[in-house]
């Protein structure tokens, strides 16, 4: 066994060797250039993990970091990593991360030389960048005429077609009248692509599969594009169907040259968002990928491009591609490029932005094994993945190495606010295969644990371990292709785990009270004790616990030898165990009828956790029917907001009648628009928040009228 291990010890310094040449050779290539524009501060206009992630490199580079904060983020993990912090506003970003003028102060404050974007917010904003050159700050990413030209996906079409990059048939006119946008998807044939003109992350767009649903999908399009990115312009495309979706990495300088990272996959989606990327994509030959590269290398060098950008594609299933559009930016899933090029695309950045040249040339540019990243977000995959806020009341990770990175913003006690993306951390792995890298990442999503809210670790789960997944056949339908599979039926929580709850309970009592008893003065007496242990007394103690909304009894035996017999229903266990403390975290160590297991315990709020090697399971304890009641009423009279946000339109008022299914108005939170329909028939009686209000999650949104009145 211990060669084993030391076999594998190599194998991993070797290929961490492998990874590193490329760093090695950039040092030296860098050395002997050194020049262009000093850089020794940098303004990071951005926040959450991105912030972390440019702060981390610009660190090692020696660059200090000026961090920029709403209100909302005062104690945020990126305000607490920069060298300098500033405060520019109310946590609504229109007022803070997008107001331009502020950023710019803040900058000239400081005394930054250049800003880093980051993604989203400013990162693709054409004015901004603009404004950066005026006032003489480097703006750490492409010149404001490329963001221009790839940024408004119709000119983009125009100028990708021109320079021989194969484009999607699709219009990308004007005229944006109802009927020219309706004749034209008519004219492409159903099922289309509705578009934002701007913008990316899935902000904007719609598929309308049939000439019906046509103006509804494209007004809901407008008002998402309108309030991510102050424009509502769309074009129309063919949707081509169960495409995969891959994307390149190109990244030029200011003396002409251009090159490519290789490509990312990054098919398996939610809400037109990605959930999973990996590089290199599954099954594409080395011609495709020479192919690719060069296609995504004449877009780059058809506007110019300096510094980090995406060419993205759509992929059929023989391989053609098509351009679809260019993040003139570093895209959210850059890290798994970096795994397989041994590159640190951050550092590219700023020293290209400093006038340097592109330290490698094509030929120089080594693959290197595969890489996976998972998106952690505080989302509900069960309720159609919607977003989610709150305190991450327990955060533990897995431990970061050199395979293994952490991506985040956030930690433990930190909130997952309403007011911004709800992604908690990207997971990137790294393996010299691709089934070795899916394995890793698997057991690394099994090391990270959370409560407080709603995640998507145990979905991404089930996705990475799907037998399709696994065979690399991903498509952006891959999702609603296999929602069976990936979203079962929910079963029993098995007799062995609730007896392993209520054994952590018994145990977290026990260890609270003899913690008291060892702070208290009086002396401790031997019939005080909690353990249920009696002399001479058979003790027996009926726990009630939830499997989701159904009660579990367990009758608990306290034996003289410190175990305990548990009986639920007909079914009877023998089990003993202790709970470990390893560092701030609790470990359950437990057998039962000697099966012996290990999992990490958390009780929090009425709810037992474990998290097993191999999943997880949430215990409830009952509340009293007194304390449910006052919030099961709200949802039986109406309508319930099911996340924090803003209400955007309301459709109904007081006296209308609604069917079942019925929009009665529109939330905006976490950067999605989510309309509230009707949960029954029936007349308004109240609307209680109007467009523009923020409603708390179950807040009731509107009441019916009560059947004896509406008959009346």
């Not at 990115?229 to 040259?257: C, S, T, W, Y």
């Not at 785990?497 to 060892?518: H, P, S, Y």
């Not at 548990?566 to 975290?585: A, H, N, R, V």
């Not at 039962?592 to 709020?605: A, P």
Request: glycine residues 8%; proline residues 4%.
């Amino acid at each position: 066994m211990a060669l084993a291990a030391a076999e594998r010890g190599r194998g991993c310094l070797g290929a961490l060797r492998r990874l590193q040449w490329n760093q090695v050779r950039i040092f030296v290539k860098w050395a002997s250039t050194i020049g262009g524009h000093s850089i020794g501060k940098i303004l990071i206009a951005n926040r959450g993990e991105i912030a972390c992630r440019v702060m981390r490199t610009a660190k090692k580079m020696g660059v200090k970091s000026v961090a920029v904060y709403s209100e909302a983020d005062r104690n945020s993990m990126h305000v607490a990593m920069a060298d300098e912090a500033y405060c520019i506003g109310p946590p609504p970003s229109q007022q803070s991360y997008l107001a331009m003028e502020k950023i710019l102060q803040v900058a000239k404050v400081s005394a930054a030389q250049a800003i880093h974007p980051g993604y989203g917010f400013l990162s693709e904003n054409t004015e901004f960048a603009e404004l950066c050159k005026q006032q003489g700050i480097i703006f750490i990413g492409p010149p404001s005429s490329a963001i221009r030209d790839m940024g408004i996906k119709s000119t983009s079409k125009a100028i990708m077609s021109a320079a021989g990059v194969p484009v999607v048939e699709g219009y990308h006119g004007e005229d944006q009248s109802d009927e020219c946008l309706k004749e034209h998807a008519r004219r492409i044939g159903y099922p289309v692509m509705i578009k934002a003109v701007r913008g990316g992350g899935g902000k904007g767009m719609r598929i309308a599969h049939s000439e019906k649903e046509f103006l509804d999908q494209l007004e809901s399009a407008r008002r998402e594009a309108k309030k991510s990115f102050n424009d509502d312009a769309m074009l129309i495309e063919k949707f081509v169907d169960n495409p995969r979706h891959v994307e390149v990495q190109v990244f030029g300088d200011q003396h002409g040259n251009a090159v490519y990272l290789f490509e990312r996959d990054c098919s398996v989606q939610r809400r037109h968002q990605k959930i999973i990327e990996e590089a290199p994509g599954p099954g594409i030959s080395p011609e495709v990928r020479r192919r690719l590269g060069e296609a995504a290398v004449r877009a780059a060098k058809a506007v110019n491009y300096v510094g980090a950008g995406t060419v993205e594609f759509i992929m059929d299933s023989q391989h053609n591609f098509y351009f679809m559009e260019m993040n003139t930016r570093l895209q959210v899933e850059h890290p798994v490029t970096e795994m397989i090029t041994g590159t640190d695309l951050v550092e590219w950045q700023l020293r290209v932005a400093a006038g340097e040249k592109i330290p490698l040339m094509q030929e120089e540019i080594l693959l290197q094994g595969h890489a996976f990243e998972a998106r952690i977000y505080a989302e509900d995959p069960n309720n159609n993945f919607m977003p989610g806020a709150g305190p991450l009341l327990h955060l533990s990770t897995p431990p970061a190495d050199c395979f293994t990175r952490i991506e985040t913003g956030v930690r433990q006690g930190d909130e997952v606010s309403v007011h911004y993306d709800p992604m908690i951390a990207k997971l990137v792995v790294w393996a010299e295969d691709r089934q070795a890298a899916l394995r890793k990442l698997r057991y690394s999503l099994h090391q990270y644990n959370i409560v407080g809210l709603s995640t998507n670790i145990d979905f991404l789960l089930s996705l990475s371990g799907h037998p399709q997944f696994e065979a690399g056949n991903v498509h952006t339908n891959f999702i609603p292709q296999h929602h069976d599979e990936l979203f079962p039926a929910k079963k029993a929580t098995p007799h062995e785990v609730m007896c392993q709850a209520a054994l952590g309970l018994i145990l977290k009592e026990k260890m609270l009270t003899d913690a008291f008893r060892d702070q208290s003065d009086d002396k401790f007496s031997p019939f005080a004790s909690s353990t249920g242990r009696r002399i001479n007394i058979c003790y027996t103690r009926k726990l009630s616990l939830l499997d989701g909304e159904n009660i579990v009894d367990v009758a608990v035996s306290y034996n003289q030898d410190g175990s305990y017999k548990m009986q639920i229903q007909d079914k009877t266990f023998l089990i003993s165990g202790e709970i470990l403390k390893e560092g701030d975290s609790l470990y359950l160590r437990s057998s039962v009828n000697g099966t012996v297991s290990k999992s990490k315990l958390v009780i929090l709020d009425n709810t037992i956790y474990l998290f097993f090697p191999e999943g997880s399971a949430q215990i409830g304890l009952p509340v009293p029917k007194y304390l449910s009641a006052v919030s099961s009423g709200a949802e039986q009279s109406g309508a319930v907001a099911p996340m924090t946000g803003t209400v955007e339109k309301v459709f109904v008022k007081a006296g209308d009648k609604v069917q079942i299914g019925d929009p009665l108005m529109v939330m905006i939170a976490m950067k999605m628009e989510h309309t509230i329909r009707a949960p029954k028939a029936g007349v308004i009686k109240k609307v209680n928040f109007q467009e523009g209000a923020q409603a708390n999650r179950h807040a009731p949104l509107v009441e019916f009228m009560d059947e004896e009145a509406e008959s009346k």
